[in-house]
């Protein structure tokens, strides 16, 4: 990476920018033709989804704190609940910190929610959407049928461990046999989250592509949870080769338990010394009025095209990483 001016170049090949377009242009398609909404939302807003690991890009502008949005998420759920219907959108969000082979601070995202929908039929319609996507980019990746494992059997499976039902301690203990770490985390999601980062997704979605489905209720962000098991939440990831590629919810659409979740979440940002953060009152006001049932969910366009051109990073099919902005 440079930051010398002379870098003036795209750091992606010019057919790359024609693959991005002819990408873009399936998605809308595919979205049309099954009746959703596209819809542009701002990036920059007073408020911001508070999230204990998501740090976003603040400013201040005209007196006002303002933030760039870490995902689109408030103002759709805004607009469902001012009775859009279905929606979607292609859009850029942006993460404090984020830099890397799989990460840029600002980074494409495809988001969308099915009113009415249960996150059961969005894991059918994702795969088809990433389906889909493979076949018009002419890419043989997919071929196999998609997969699903539920987080509890993720663990098992790979790690030899119930994340349910261990205990913090035992969760330390197994961080502290396995990974060697020094500085062992102290809250559990961390625990669980550091354990899924080095000894689970590394096996992901190599043979296939994978769900992962039922994430612990303590993960479930925005997220509804069970009604047979109020462990976990109605929640779910796909993986293609290691790589996390979305996040899908059956969205929350209790205003209490949002007030909860965020007050959870502030506090969890203040134990990890974050900066505190407003959160979206005016999501919660929407809330208030009435979220109709819906489920979405958040898709990584930058990861997927480059999974589907088998490049080696993202600077591979970004116009203009970081490094180069």
Same mark, same amino acid.
């Given at each position: 990476?440079?930051?010398?001016?002379?870098?003036?170049?795209?750091?992606?090949? +010019? @057919?790359?920018?024609?693959?991005?377009?002819?990408?873009?242009?399936?998605?809308?398609?595919?979205?049309?033709?099954?009746?959703?909404?596209?819809?542009?939302?701002?990036v920059l807003s007073r408020d911001v989804v508070i999230d204990a690991h998501l740090d976003p890009i603040s400013s201040q502008i005209a007196g006002r704190q303002m933030y760039l949005q870490t995902s689109p998420e408030a103002f759709m759920k805004?607009?469902?609940?001012?009775?859009?219907?279905?929606?979607?959108?292609?859009?850029h969000s942006f993460r404090d910190g984020e830099c890397g082979l799989l990460h840029n601070p600002e980074f494409s995202i495809l988001e969308w929610y099915g009113e009415g929908t249960s996150w059961q039929e969005q894991i059918e319609l994702t795969?088809?959407?990433?389906?889909?996507?493979?076949?018009?980019?002419?890419?043989?990746?997919?071929?196999?049928?998609? @997969?699903?494992?539920?987080?509890?059997?993720?663990?098992?499976?790979?790690?030899?461990?119930?994340?349910?039902?261990?205990?913090?301690?035992?969760?330390?203990?197994?961080?502290?046999?396995?990974?060697?770490?020094?500085?062992?985390?102290?809250?559990?999601?961390?625990?669980?989250?550091?354990?899924?980062?080095?000894?689970? @997704?590394?096996?992901?979605?190599?043979?296939?592509?994978?769900?992962?489905?039922?994430?612990?209720?303590?993960?479930?962000?925005?997220?509804?949870?069970?009604?047979?098991?109020?462990? +976990?939440?109605?929640?779910?990831?796909?993986?293609?080769?290691?790589? @996390?590629?979305?996040?899908?919810?059956?969205?929350?659409?209790?205003?209490?338990?949002?007030?909860?979740?965020?007050?959870?979440?502030?506090?969890?940002?203040?134990?990890?010394?974050?900066?505190?953060?407003?959160?979206?009152?005016?999501?919660?006001?929407?809330?208030?009025?009435?979220?109709?049932?819906?489920?979405?969910?958040?898709?990584?366009?930058?990861?997927?095209?480059?999974?589907?051109?088998?490049?080696?990073?993202?600077?591979? +099919?970004?116009?203009?990483? +970081?490094?180069?902005?």
């Amino acid at each position: 990476m440079s930051d010398s001016a002379a870098d003036w170049r795209p750091s992606c090949a +010019v @057919e790359m920018l024609r693959k991005r377009a002819r990408l873009r242009h399936l998605i809308r398609n595919f979205f049309d033709e099954r009746g959703y909404l596209e819809v542009d939302t701002p990036v920059l807003s007073r408020d911001v989804v508070i999230d204990a690991h998501l740090d976003p890009i603040s400013s201040q502008i005209a007196g006002r704190q303002m933030y760039l949005q870490t995902s689109p998420e408030a103002f759709m759920k805004r607009m469902l609940a001012a009775g859009s219907g279905s929606i979607y959108q292609i859009t850029h969000s942006f993460r404090d910190g984020e830099c890397g082979l799989l990460h840029n601070p600002e980074f494409s995202i495809l988001e969308w929610y099915g009113e009415g929908t249960s996150w059961q039929e969005q894991i059918e319609l994702t795969e088809s959407l990433v389906r889909s996507s493979a076949a018009y980019m002419q890419s043989s990746l997919l071929t196999p049928p998609f @997969e699903q494992l539920t987080y509890q059997n993720a663990f098992l499976n790979y790690v030899g461990i119930n994340p349910l039902a261990a205990s913090d301690e035992e969760l330390r203990n197994h961080v502290a046999r396995r990974l060697d770490a020094r500085n062992i985390p102290s809250d559990r999601d961390d625990l669980l989250n550091l354990l899924l980062a080095t000894e689970i @997704e590394p096996h992901l979605g190599h043979d296939a592509p994978i769900f992962i489905t039922n994430y612990p209720a303590s993960q479930a962000a925005l997220a509804e949870l069970s009604a047979s098991d109020p462990n +976990v939440a109605h929640r779910f990831e796909l993986y293609i080769g290691g790589i @996390e590629i979305c996040n899908g919810y059956q969205e929350l659409t209790d205003a209490a338990e949002l007030q909860r979740r965020d007050q959870q979440q502030s506090q969890r940002r203040a134990n990890l010394q974050s900066a505190p953060l407003p959160g979206a009152p005016r999501l919660l006001s929407a809330m208030h009025t009435g979220l109709p049932a819906c489920s979405g969910v958040a898709l990584g366009l930058d990861r997927l095209l480059m999974l589907l051109t088998e490049g080696a990073n993202l600077d591979d +099919v970004l116009p203009f990483p +970081v490094d180069r902005a």
